[in-house]
């Protein structure tokens, strides 16, 4: 068998490392595989070297096992190597949904657009930028995925300022289908689908069964639907005669005057989101416990089929076997005319031994390109200002997200969350 090292950067992530390991046993590719763990905490990266080596144990598969909070010990002979990175963490993360509240703005997720999605793209974009370089130098034959939010900003700034070139991965688009596929009784692995957008903002354009439409029947349930089910998402499909993954959360923040300023609509959203965040600060307490082995590793973990926790290990697959089969992924335009080249969408992408690449796309309808187009120049906007480390950008992104009025007070926010998060931008020094 080859040998295989799969290397997870940001392995102390609460969930995301247990899950990916648990799909990469289940996988049943035929390797010798190495797992790599990097954090830059050892004190974080303990629990998930503690956690995967009890798994590998467990399943009784032999596969080696690799840690360091230097990833220049761990990318060489890297084949895969994926990101999870969260600078500054939960805390960061809560900071992001707390800053702008005490400016009247109601984020659902605050991981996208928004002042929280543009903050915490000043603090992801620099350090995915050095581990790109890193694995472009260490190991540029790699294959190179990025989990971390903001998907679109991230794969952008990597793509646009090195050497490496990275693919986004999200379950949205998976999840929104599934959602669909389950309103009229249709088998998910029955149905085909095209979509096309920015990440959270992806719009499922197609979608069939045996050769036909299901929107006829998605019509024909629009009267029975439960009226607090996803409203919105619901009206933007009545309108624009496609449906927006990733439902209402994520969807809302794109659409800041309708939400962000409502109390009554945005104030549970947040309450709902700092819980989130708060539930991960206990599961991060039970991986610990379980990576020292003082409780037993949850068993739901192994009874699982492949891609169950995300798609990567069914993309490895194709890769390896050259497959060519379609997954949502985020990558630079290609093949998409009325959005400029580069730009980062999600789209269909085959899976190959020459790398993933984008399909062609039918034509877009206009009132979906709008938008995609209008959140993809944010995006450029908030890139060059991680980039860079200037202000006046971050003010610039903030006015053109349309999350706050005018620009005194744009200014405001963005002095506000510049110093929320001073220790974790260095571009702003």
Known sequence: MDDRKLVII??????????LVADLLASGIEANWTIGLV??????LAVPEGLVSRMVQHTGQDAAVQASTDRCDILPSADFVVTTIAVGGRDGWRKDAEVPLKHGIYQPVADTVGPGGISRALRQVPAMLDIASDVACLCPNAHFFNYANPMAAICRAVNKATRANVVGLCHGVQGTLRYLCDKIGVPYGEVGSLYVGMNHLTWITHFTHGGKSLWPRIDAMLADLD????????????????????????????FPERFF???AYGQPLVDEILRVISG???TWERRKRQARGEE?????????TLGEHEALLPIIASILGDRHEVFPMNVPNRTVEAIPPGFVLEMPVAATAAGCL?????????????????????????????IRGDRNLVVQALLYDRSVPDLPAAEVLADD????HREHLPTFA
């Open 10 to 19: 940001g392995a102390g992530s609460a969930s995301f490392t247990a899950g």
């Open 39 to 44: 954090d830059i905490s050892e004190e974080a």
């Open 227 to 254: 009226p607090g089910d996803n409203p919105f998402s619901w009206e933007l499909y009545r309108t624009y005669g496609a449906f927006p993954a990733v439902l209402d959360r994520h969807v809302a923040e794109f």
């Open 261 to 263: 300023r409502d109390a």
């Open 280 to 282: 991960g600060d206990d």
């Open 296 to 304: 037993p590793l949850e068993e739901g973990l192994f009874r699982r």
């Open 358 to 386: 984008p399909t062609a796309l039918p034509p877009t309808p206009p009132g979906i390109l709008a938008w995609v187009t209008e959140a993809l120049y944010g995006v450029e906007i908030t890139v060059e200002a991680a």
């Open 417 to 420: 969350l510049l110093a929320a």
